[in-house]
C-alpha cells in the first residue's frame, strides 16, 4: 500500500470559489411557497450568458483545484487505458444468415458496425463507420440500428448533443448512400414492416421529451405526412417500438412505473391494424412474444416476482387459459425470458444474483447454469434465432472480467467464446471477493458485494468505496471493471450496497424503496457503511461515497443526514431538487415518475419528498468534500439541479472541504460520448478520491 500523505489545506493555496448571485424566486405549489434563490440557474435554451458564465467558472475552479493531482490524474488515465485492447471486436452473433458484430480501431473514440453473410471468414461489410460519422461532432451517439427484413436497408437513431432527440437515417446497405428521408425529434427505437417498405419509430415531444405518438414512414415519402399510428394519452406511460423474435408481428409497448399493455399486428399487413393483447389495468405489468401460434408472456398477474405463461393466440383474454411455463417463486425474480424451438431461456435473480435458467419445452426438469463465484451475475446475450439449440450468455463477476459463453442445450457443453482482454498484469487470484447481508437499522438485511486486493486486512485501516442507487427497480449487479483495478491496487476496498428500491431480493425490495418508504435507501445505505466500519473494512476516517441519477439522489441526503460518516462523495448527474422537479410537469420525463416518487400535488407526498429532497435540506454544518457532474444536454436530470445544489452547499456550509462541480458542456446524462472521453472522466474522479484518501503521491 502507498504511503498516506493527506491533503493540507495550509499547505496548497486555495483559489476563490465562484459564488452564484442569489435571485429569491417564489415556488408556488398547493400546499405553500418554497424560496429559490437560484432557480434563475435554469435555462431550457441553454444560452443564457449569465448561465453559462457561471457554469465556466466553476469549471475553471474545478480545474484549479484539481490542478495539484493533475500528474495523478494522467498517471490514471494512462493505467485505465493501458488494461484495454484498444483494437478489439465483440463476440459475432448471427441473425438472418449474417453474422454482426462491433468493433474498435486502436487510438479511435468510437466503434464500427460489420456484419459478414453466411460465414465468419467473409468479407466484411460496414453498417455505420461511427469513427467518419462523428467526425467534427463534440458528441456523437447510436442510439440504435435495424436492418431491414429484406437485408437492403438500415434505420438508425443518431444523436450529435446528447439531449437524446435522436435523428432517424436510412442507408442503402448495397451502395452505402444515405437516403434523404431523415426523421428529427425520435426515440431510438424502430421496427420495420414485415415488406421493408416501411417504418414504425416514436415522436418526442419537444418540451417533456415523452415519446407519446407511433409514427409510420414510407421510404421516399415526406416525414410530415407520416402516419400516426397511435398517440398515449396518459403521461406517466412511456412508448416502445418493436418486433417479435420470430418476426411475425410488430408491437407497440406502452409502461409505466406499475402497469403495461401491449399492440401487435402482422408483420405483413399492408395496414399494420394493431389490436391490444391484454388491456391495461393498475398494477399489471407484462411483456409478449410470439412462438408457434401462441403467445409467451412474462406477468406479474397473481405474480409479484413474475411468472412466464404461454396461451393460445385466439384465448390471450381468458386468463384462465394462461398456462405457467415458469411459475411464479417467492424466492426468484423473473427478469425476462428468450424462445428457442426447443426450450425456453430466463432470466431470473435469486438471492440478490442474477443468473440463467432452462426450461426445455419436452417436459424435462429445468436447471440454471453453472456460476463460479459467491457474487457474480450472468445474463441473456445475443441471441436472435430461434431454430438454435446454442444459448450465447455472459458471466462476470467483481474479479473475473465480462465472459461470453454459447451454452449446448442438448449436450450440456459450454464453450468459452471470450474473455474480455485486460492487458498488463492483471491477475484475477490476486483479489477476493464476499457476499455478505448486513443489518438495517429495521431489521432487515441488505446484499453487500465487496472485493479488494488480497493482503488486505480487516483492521480499519484501509479506504472504501461504496456505491449505490436504489430506484426503478433496477438491480446494481457485482461485475467487472478494469478501471476500478487502479483503486484496489492502491489498497481501496469496493462495495456494491444493494439497497432497497433496486430489485436484488424481488419486487418486495423495489417497493420498499419507493413512494412512502423511499427513506429505507438512503438508511440501508448508511447502515452498510457503518457495518462496514464497524467490521474493520475501512479506516472511518476514509469512507467515500458514490452514485449517479438517481444514485446522485442518494448521495445528496446521506451528505444531508450523515456527512460526519464520508469524507468525499462522488455525485454523477445527481437527481436533487426532487420537489421542484416533481411539481413541474414542464421538466422532462416528470410525469412518468409519479409512481416511483409520488405526485406532490397530495400533501401527504409533498410532505413526504420535502422531507428528504437534497436542496432542500441544506443546513449550515460541515459537509464532506464533494466532486459533483453534470452534462448541460441533460435529458434526464437537468443541469440546473446539481448546478443549484453546488450553489446553496457552498453559501450554506460551515466549512472548506473541496466542493467542486464539472459541467460537461458537450455531453448529456451518460456522460461524453467517446470511450477515451469517458476514460478521461473516470480519471479525474479517482484522482479527487486519492487525493482525498492521502494516496495522491
Avoid at 488494461?83 to 444468415?97: C, F, L, M, T
Avoid at 421493408?196 to 416514436?202: E, F
Amino acid at each position: 500500500m502507498e504511503a498516506i500523505v493527506r491533503p493540507s489545506a495550509e499547505a496548497v493555496a486555495i483559489p476563490e470559489a465562484p459564488a452564484a448571485p442569489v435571485r429569491p424566486h417564489a415556488v408556488a405549489s398547493p400546499h405553500g411557497t418554497r424560496i429559490d434563490e437560484y432557480y434563475w440557474l435554469r435555462d431550457d435554451t441553454r444560452t443564457a450568458p449569465d448561465v453559462l458564465r457561471y457554469l465556466a467558472a466553476e469549471n475553471a475552479y474545478t480545474d484549479a483545484m484539481l490542478a495539484r493531482v493533475k500528474p495523478l490524474e494522467e498517471r490514471l488515465y494512462a493505467e485505465i487505458v493501458g488494461r484495454i485492447k484498444q483494437d478489439d471486436a465483440s463476440v459475432p452473433y448471427r441473425e438472418r444468415g449474417y453474422w454482426y458484430y462491433r468493433r474498435y480501431e486502436a487510438g479511435q473514440e468510437y466503434p464500427v458496425y460489420a456484419r459478414r453473410k453466411g460465414m465468419l471468414d467473409a468479407p466484411e461489410q460496414v453498417l455505420l463507420d461511427v469513427v467518419e460519422l462523428a467526425r467534427g461532432s463534440a458528441f456523437y451517439r447510436i442510439g440504435a440500428f435495424e436492418v431491414s427484413p429484406d437485408e437492403q436497408l438500415l434505420v438508425y437513431a443518431e444523436d450529435a448533443v446528447g439531449r437524446r432527440q435522436y435523428t432517424l437515417r436510412f442507408r442503402d446497405l448495397a451502395t452505402g448512400r444515405v437516403l434523404d428521408d431523415a426523421i428529427p425529434n425520435a426515440e431510438a427505437a424502430t421496427a420495420w414492416s414485415g415488406d421493408g417498405r416501411s417504418v414504425l419509430y416514436i415522436e418526442k415531444d419537444p418540451q417533456t421529451l415523452l415519446g407519446q405518438r407511433v409514427r409510420r414512414h414510407v421510404l421516399g415519402t415526406d416525414p410530415s405526412t407520416d402516419e400516426l399510428v397511435y398517440e398515449e394519452t396518459d403521461d406517466s406511460y412511456y412508448v416502445d417500438v418493436g418486433t417479435t423474435k420470430d418476426g411475425r408481428y410488430v408491437y407497440i409497448h406502452c409502461e409505466n412505473t406499475v402497469s403495461s399493455e401491449q399492440r401487435v399486428a402482422d408483420a405483413l399487413d399492408p395496414l399494420l391494424s394493431f389490436r391490444v393483447l391484454v388491456s391495461r389495468e393498475r398494477d399489471h405489468e407484462y411483456q409478449a412474444d410470439h412462438f408457434e401460434g401462441r403467445w409467451i408472456l412474462r406477468t406479474n398477474w397473481q405474480a409479484p416476482n413474475f411468472r412466464v405463461v404461454e396461451i393460445e393466440a385466439d384465448r390471450v383474454a381468458d386468463r384462465s387459459a394462461w398456462r405457467d411455463l415458469v411459475p411464479h417463486r417467492g424466492d426468484a425474480f423473473v427478469h425476462g425470458f428468450s424462445v428457442f424451438r426447443g426450450f425456453l431461456a430466463v432470466e431470473e435473480r435469486s438471492e440478490g444474483l442474477r443468473r440463467v435458467r432452462i426450461r426445455p419445452w419436452n417436459g424435462s426438469t429445468d436447471y440454471t447454469l453453472e456460476a463460479d463465484e459467491p457474487a457474480y451475475l450472468a445474463a441473456l446475450g445475443d441471441n436472435e434465432e430461434i431454430d438454435t439449440g446454442v444459448v450465447r450468455y455472459t458471466y462476470t463477476s467483481l474479479t473475473t472480467p465480462v465472459t461470453t459463453y454459447d451454452y449446448d442445450v442438448a449436450s450440456g457443453h459450454r464453450t468459452l467464446l471470450k474473455r474480455e482482454p485486460v492487458l498488463g498484469d492483471f491477475d484475477p487470484s490476486n483479489y477476493a471477493t464476499e457476499y455478505r447481508r448486513v443489518p438495517a437499522r429495521d431489521g432487515e438485511l441488505i446484499p453487500v458485494a465487496i472485493v479488494y486486493r488480497k493482503g488486505f486486512r480487516r483492521d480499519g485501516t484501509a479506504p472504501l468505496l461504496q456505491y449505490g442507487y436504489g430506484a426503478y427497480g433496477i438491480s446494481i449487479d457485482p461485475a467487472f471493471g478494469s478501471a476500478r483495478l487502479s483503486l484496489l491496487d492502491r489498497g481501496f476496498v469496493y462495495a456494491i450496497a444493494q439497497v432497497r428500491g433496486g430489485q436484488e431480493l424481488g419486487r418486495r425490495w423495489y417497493d420498499a424503496g419507493r413512494l412512502v418508504q423511499k427513506w429505507n435507501t438512503f438508511n440501508d445505505f448508511v447502515d452498510v457503511t457503518r457495518f462496514l466500519v464497524q467490521e474493520g473494512y475501512a479506516d472511518p476516517q476514509r469512507v467515500f461515497a458514490s452514485g449517479g441519477s438517481a444514485g446522485g439522489l442518494l448521495m445528496g441526503v446521506i451528505a444531508n443526514v450523515a456527512p460526519r460518516d464520508y469524507r468525499a462523495i462522488l455525485a454523477d448527474v445527481p437527481f436533487v431538487d426532487v420537489l421542484t422537479t416533481m411539481l413541474d410537469e414542464s421538466i422532462p420525463l416528470t410525469t412518468n415518475e409519479y409512481d416511483e416518487w409520488g405526485n406532490p400535488v397530495e400533501r401527504a407526498c409533498y410532505e413526504y419528498l420535502r422531507s428528504y429532497s437534497p436542496y432542500d435540506n441544506v443546513v449550515p454544518q460541515d459537509y464532506p468534500a464533494m466532486l459533483v457532474t453534470t452534462g448541460l444536454w441533460d435529458s434526464q436530470v437537468q443541469y440546473f439541479e446539481p448546478a443549484k445544489w453546488v450553489a446553496r452547499l457552498r453559501r450554506l456550509r460551515t466549512n472548506r472541504a473541496p466542493l467542486l462541480l464539472r459541467t460537461h458542456m458537450e455531453a448529456g446524462h451518460g456522460g461524453r460520448s467517446g470511450r477515451f472521453q469517458q476514460y478521461r472522466e473516470l480519471a479525474e474522479a479517482y484522482a479527487f478520491l486519492l487525493d482525498q484518501a492521502g494516496l495522491a503521491g
